[in-house]
């Protein structure tokens, strides 16, 4: 079945056409519900059809989501957390939005530095006093 569309952020929304779910019989307590209400809600998402994320973004999110990919790119996640169909609907949409939004946040560029003058100058003395504390153990060598 298709779904709403899915705000992620104000600017940006996920289209209905792109989500698909369906629901099944959960596992887990129940009862007698457990074998005749289809609970459990798998949600999938066309991660390389859709068109309002830029490459980038999808690369992100297909690091993030490696597991949950199936042979076609598809981003699949299913919540039977209640025995509330809608409301488990929501719990998968709501965690296919957190994972968006962590792939959205493009990651720091690392700069390389230099340790200071000041910093190689407090090394080597340090390495100094070790060699001298060191040395100090020694038994004194005997000249002939």
Same mark, same amino acid.
């Given at each position: 079945?298709?779904?709403?569309?899915?705000?992620?952020?104000?600017?940006?929304?996920?289209?209905?056409?792109?989500?698909?779910?369906?629901?099944?019989?959960?596992?887990?307590?129940?009862?007698?519900?457990?074998?005749?209400?289809?609970?459990?809600?798998?949600?999938?998402?066309?991660?390389?059809?859709?068109?309002?994320?830029?490459?980038?973004?999808?690369?992100? =999110? %297909?690091? &993030?989501? @490696?597991?949950?990919?199936?042979?076609?790119?598809?981003?699949?996640?299913? +919540?039977?957390?209640? #025995?509330?169909?809608?409301?488990?609907?929501?719990?998968?949409?709501?965690?296919?939005?957190?994972?968006? =939004? %962590?792939? &959205?946040? @493009?990651?720091?560029?690392?700069?390389?530095?230099?340790?200071?003058?000041? +910093?190689?100058?407090? #090394?080597?003395?340090?390495?100094?006093?070790?060699?001298?504390?060191?040395?100090?153990?020694?038994?004194?060598?005997?000249?002939?």
């Amino acid at each position: 079945m298709s779904s709403e569309a899915l705000m992620v952020t104000p600017t940006l929304v996920i289209p209905g056409a792109d989500l698909l779910w369906s629901a099944a019989r959960a596992s887990g307590p129940g009862g007698q519900n457990v074998n005749k209400v289809a609970t459990k809600v798998e949600l999938r998402f066309d991660l390389p059809g859709t068109r309002c994320l830029d490459e980038a973004v999808k690369s992100r =999110l %297909r690091t &993030l989501c @490696a597991g949950r990919l199936d042979a076609d790119g598809w981003v699949q996640l299913s +919540s039977q957390k209640t #025995r509330d169909q809608s409301r488990n609907l929501d719990d998968a949409r709501e965690r296919l939005r957190a994972l968006i =939004l %962590r792939a &959205l946040e @493009a990651p720091a560029v690392r700069r390389a530095t230099k340790p200071s003058r000041a +910093s190689k100058q407090r #090394r080597l003395n340090e390495k100094r006093q070790t060699s001298v504390r060191k040395e100090g153990r020694r038994p004194p060598k005997d000249h002939d």
